[in-house]
């Protein structure tokens, strides 16, 4: 893993738990049904590119 890769991981890190945050509160007021499917896939998302970057 180059410097590109770890700075990258390192983001990706933040994003995710940032996001988990996100989600957790917007399952608990759901106001928007949308909200959390669009959080969850951006979750997935950040995860796929996070394994990628692992391999």
């Known amino acids: 893993m ?3 890769d770890k ?3 390192e983001v990706l890190k933040t994003k995710l738990a940032k996001l988990k ?3 957790a509160s917007a399952k608990q007021q759901q106001d928007e049904p949308d ?3 669009n959080l969850e ?4 998302e950040a995860t796929a ?3 990628k970057i692992k391999d």
Do not use: G, N
């Open 41 to 44: 896939k951006q979750i997935a």
């Open 49 to 51: 590119e996070l394994a």
């Open 7 to 9: 700075k990258r991981s």
């Open 35 to 37: 909200e959390v499917r």
């Open 2 to 4: 180059d410097k590109r």
């Open 21 to 23: 945050q996100l989600l």
